[in-house]
């Protein structure tokens, strides 16, 4: 095009450079569209239409969605189409794109191997291909691309070793590197040669490399991220490769088999590389097996440093009290090392030390007063130690503090009551010590713990305190083992959050008290080895819930049963008593004592009333209203209300008869407010009655009210739908369509082992219902609905397996969309008529803050319903085994251990499926459940998704699981996890 510009003949020229022009300007555009087309054909499913536009006429390829052009339009410089489900394979023709700067692909579902054809693509700054079910080895044509600035192949199935040209090609541009969580091995492929010194990010975790750190990784000086954790990695720490790296500022080296320095001995050279660093923010070393002491020098490290995780190592010796230089330490976790001596009080200098785990050491010693003046400090686990003395008095002034374990010490003397003013305590663990006296009211009256509270294997005396009683949000307590005296106070029925009560092996004496059996969660029930007397509580019997139980060498008398919560009981529950008699397996007969008139008189009274009744009933149409106001009900406000709200009319006679007069065989469900019986109309109509507890009228009205306020504003496919209600002064009732297939919760954990099994894609198709469901009360129904209850329990299923959402007692209804304002005249904080808002283990940590119910805490209880779906654990029993959340546990196996939970899954599962599938496919699909879990269940709300995001990305899931002939064919290339 040159000679144009020095042409005598310019009018005659310029006409001939600008169609010339034009011509290479549309032949580059119109190849440009030509490839993209191509590529599209790739997609087999476009679940948004996202690419709708590329396929309209007169649609400039400039204006398609995700296509970026250069200024002149004349080529195709950016690709983004990351985020949008798309589904299918990546084409090789996305190669013709000459002129591709930046290609986004990533978070999607595209599958196959990465076209060998990108390393053509000479002019690409930025590839992201991450996130998605690529698998195959990287391309080593990748390395041709020398303008490569940015890559970013992480969270595939991808295998092999890295090719050397993608490290070492002769091009110093590569900045930011990602191949983590893959299943690449070999050495990391990084030579004397290979000079990255424009490098800042490198990202390899979860793999399965092997070998050193290589040494040319010394000459990246502006690294500031390096992140080789969870790999096979061996040698010594690279003392010398981060000594080059002075803007570093997070170092993840943890769950490797790396040694210290001569011989696994000394850390020092390390810690003493690391000095230089002077931005580093946070060092983790876990899980090497480390050996050697902990030098002076690590508090000579960063003042930036806010996390160090040294845990699961073999680091000897005593803490240094240097370590108090790291005054904007956060998080120090040493546990599970072999570090002895005692606890330097210059640990307390770190004013903002918010988590400090020193547990599974042998440490000795006393725990010094000192920690009283850290302000911040909201976890303290010094269990499993050799620690002794007192518990201090000055914890008192930990007014953030949450979880304080001190378990499996040698700790003596008295609980202080001091214990009392940590109002925010939700968690305390002094068993197993050498603690006396008796339970201090203050301590027994902390309504703030809603985890347990553990007191057992010590050596206190006296009543239990009626003030725990106060306890309505704790989870489970344990007093077992010590020398607590008089009777079991009827008061603990008061804490109705309850799972677990253990008050084994003391000298209690007197009755069992009833209201213990009318606990609405409790699974699990020792008072073994005690001195009560009397009979068991039939309400013990009854309880719904009540799994585990041990009465075992006591003085009860009278008759058992192996109904109800006994049905599953044997003798091993009843040993060492015997006053007790009945049919439970090993037991004694009673001996029956049958008068002949209890037979005589109900067939007289049978004969004679009988007819009786038929003839007085016979003209009941005429007088229906008279019979109404006999049978006690409201006439005029059970006719406006049916006017109102246009229910079908069944009376509370017919309810009665649907239900065999609401017996305990037709029961099937109870909760906080009441229980639910099964029935069926004259017409056949199968039917779920909710009956509202009366003996807690002060709750009810206002639970019955909102349920009706809920279910009479919305219409969704995925909530549960009224048929009609029944309410009279003494009796309340919703009447709802009976699921046949029950609540998702017997599925998940089913009855001495019966289930029909549930697989993964119905799950996946289950969780979305109730995504989509729930998304609708935040985002679409006339009036925004915080459900505030969202578990298994509350999950019911029809009889196509559809989900829907159910039990809207606690909800809360919000005006206008603004969350700050709610209908109901009491406030929407973290607790509902004065109960819990939503069950424990699914609450949302923001309101046990005092924090409004919002959309967010509903978020946060789907997540923890994801998370217990992949693992089956119920949230609950992670609290009271592990002393961690569900989320926590969880996170504590992310990413490097997720194997087993993966495989768990799946051998749990996969026997179910219908057809055949996919190992890879499903481990993919269980890691996306988890990770969207882990999501939906972050600390900060603001951090959370919406539920819409929630349902658009299970909808994702599902889609992608609901091509059986796509399962079937990929099943026969089944590889391990």
């Known amino acids: 095009m040159g000679f144009c510009k020095f042409s005598k003949y310019n009018s005659l020229f310029s006409i001939i450079c600008f169609f010339v022009a034009s011509s290479d300007n549309n032949a580059g555009i119109l190849n ?25 006429s007169g649609v400039h390829v400039c204006n398609w969605r995700g296509v970026g052009c250069n200024v002149t339009r004349e080529r195709v410089v950016k690709l983004d189409l990351s985020g949008n489900s798309l589904q299918g394979t990546i084409s090789p023709a996305i190669a013709n794109l000459s002129s591709l700067s930046i290609l986004d692909l990533s978070d999607n579902l595209f599958e196959g191997r990465i076209p060998a054809e990108l390393g053509s693509l000479f002019q690409l700054t930025q590839l992201s291909l991450s996130s998605n079910l690529l698998e195959g080895r990287v391309p080593i044509e990748l390395g ?6 940015y890559i ?8 092999g070793e890295i090719p050397m040209p993608l490290l070492c090609n002769g091009s110093s541009s590569l900045q930011y590197i990602d191949l983590s969580n893959n299943s690449l091995g070999g050495k ?10 424009e490098l800042r990010f490198l990202l390899l975790w979860s793999n399965n490399f092997v070998g050193q750190v290589p040494q040319a990784l010394s000459n990246s000086s502006k690294l500031e991220w390096l992140d080789l954790e969870s790999n096979l990695l061996s040698g010594e720490l690279p003392s010398e490769i981060v000594n080059n790296m002075p803007l570093l500022q997070y170092l993840y080296l943890s769950y490797n088999q790396f040694s210290s320095h001569k011989g696994n001995t000394d850390l020092k050279p390390f810690f003493a590389s690391l000095v230089n660093s002077s931005n580093l923010q946070e060092l983790e070393l876990a899980g090497n097996s480390l050996g050697g002491e902990i030098p002076s020098i690590i508090g000579d490290l960063s003042p930036s440093l806010v996390q160090l995780h040294l845990d699961e190592n073999l680091i000897y010796g005593s803490i240094p009290p240097h370590i108090s230089n ?11 090392n072999l570090v002895n001596g005692s606890i330097p009080t210059q640990l307390c200098r770190m004013g903002k030390l918010e988590r400090l785990y020193l547990s599974n050491n042998s440490l000795s010693g006393e725990i010094p007063s000192e920690f009283g003046n850290v302000p911040h400090l909201g976890l303290l686990d010094l269990s499993k130690n050799k620690l002794s003395g007192t518990i201090p008095d000055s914890f008192a002034n930990l007014c953030q503090l949450r979880r304080l374990l001190l378990y499996e010490n040698m700790l003596s003397g008295t609980i202080p009551p001091s214990l009392g003013k940590c109002i925010n305590l939700e968690i305390l663990d002094l068993s197993h010590n050498r603690i006396s006296g008796i339970i201090p009211s203050e301590v027994a009256r902390l309504n703030s713990l809603k985890l347990y509270l553990n007191l057992s294997n010590n050596h206190l005396h006296g009543p239990i305190p009626l003030e725990l009683s106060k306890m309505d949000m704790v989870l489970a307590i344990d007093l077992s083992s010590n020398n607590l005296s008089s009777t079991i106070p009827s008061q603990l029925g008061s804490c109705i959050a309850l799972e677990y009560l253990n008050l084994s092996n003391n000298v209690l004496e007197g009755p069992l008290a009833g209201s213990i059996g009318q606990l609405p969660y409790l699974k699990e029930l020792d008072v073994s080895f005690n001195q009560l007397v009397g009979e068991i509580p039939q309400s013990v019997q009854e309880s719904s819930t009540l799994k585990l139980l041990n009465f075992s060498f006591n003085n009860f008398t009278g008759n058992v049963s192996n109904t109800g919560a006994f049905s599953s009981l044997s003798i091993d529950s009843f040993l060492g008593i015997p006053g007790l008699c009945g049919s439970i397996q090993g037991m004694p007969n009673c001996k029956k004592k049958r008068s002949p008139r209890s037979i005589i008189l109900p067939v007289l009274l049978s004969l004679i009333l009988i007819p009786i009744l038929c003839i007085l009933g016979y003209p009941r149409i005429k007088f229906r209203r008279q019979l109404k106001i006999l049978d006690g009900g409201d006439v005029e406000d059970e006719e406006k209300g049916r006017k109102e709200h246009k229910y079908p009319k069944i009376s509370h006679r017919q309810l009665t008869e649907a239900t065999g007069g609401f017996s305990s065989s037709s029961l099937i469900g109870s909760g906080r407010f009441g229980h639910v019986y099964k029935g069926a109309l004259r017409d056949n109509t199968k039917i779920a009655v909710k ?15 909102r349920e009706c306020q809920v279910l009479k504003r919305t219409r969704h496919r995925n909530l549960i739908r009224i048929i009609t209600v029944c309410s009279k002064p003494d009796f309340k009732a919703l009447v709802l369509p009976l699921m046949p297939n029950g609540s998702l919760e017997i599925h998940l954990y089913p009855s001495h082992g019966l289930s029909n099994g549930l697989d993964l894609i119905q799950l996946v198709s289950i969780c979305s219902d109730v995504a989509e469901g729930t998304a609708y009360l935040h985002h679409h129904s006339p009036v925004k609905v915080v459900h505030c209850d969202l578990k298994p329990s509350n999950i019911l299923l029809d009889d196509d397996m559809t989900a829907l959402v159910t039990d809207f007692g606690i909800s809360r209804l919000i005006k206008g969309g603004d969350e700050s304002i709610s209908v109901h005249d009491s406030p929407s904080f973290c607790s509902t008529d004065g109960l819990l808002c939503g069950s424990i283990g699914y609450i949302a940590p923001e309101y046990g803050m005092g924090k409004r119910a919002s959309t967010q805490g509903d978020v946060y209880s789907f997540g923890v319903l994801l998370l217990e779906i992949v693992t089956r654990k119920r949230p609950t029993d992670i609290l009271f085994s592990e002393g961690s959340s569900l989320h926590q546990w969880v996170k504590s196996h992310y990413p490097y251990k997720l194997e087993t939970i993966v495989e768990d899954a799946i051998l749990r599962y996969a026997p179910h499926s219908p057809f055949a599938y996919d190992k890879k496919i499903w481990s993919r699909v269980i890691v996306e459940l988890i990770e969207l879990g882990l999501m939906c269940t972050q600390c900060s709300p603001s951090t959370r998704p919406t539920m819409l995001d929630v349902a658009q990305e299970i909808g994702r899931l599902k889609q992608y699981l609901s091509r059986p002939s796509t399962l079937k064919e990929a099943s026969t290339k089944v590889t391990t996890f």
């Open 32 to 56: 440009d569209r030509t490839a993209l087309l191509s590529f599209m054909s790739g997609i087999v499913v476009d679940p948004k239409q996202f690419l709708e536009s590329w396929n309209a």
């Open 144 to 149: 041709f691309l020398h303008q490569l600035e």
């Open 152 to 159: 970013n192949l992480g969270s595939n199935r991808l295998s």
């Open 188 to 197: 990391i492929p990084l030579n004397n040669q290979c000079e990255l010194k």
């Open 326 to 336: 790291l005054v904007n330490l956060t998080l120090l976790n040493l546990s599970c």
């Open 691 to 705: 009956v509202l507890d009366s003996t807690t009228a002060g709750d009810i009205s206002g639970s019955f009210k």
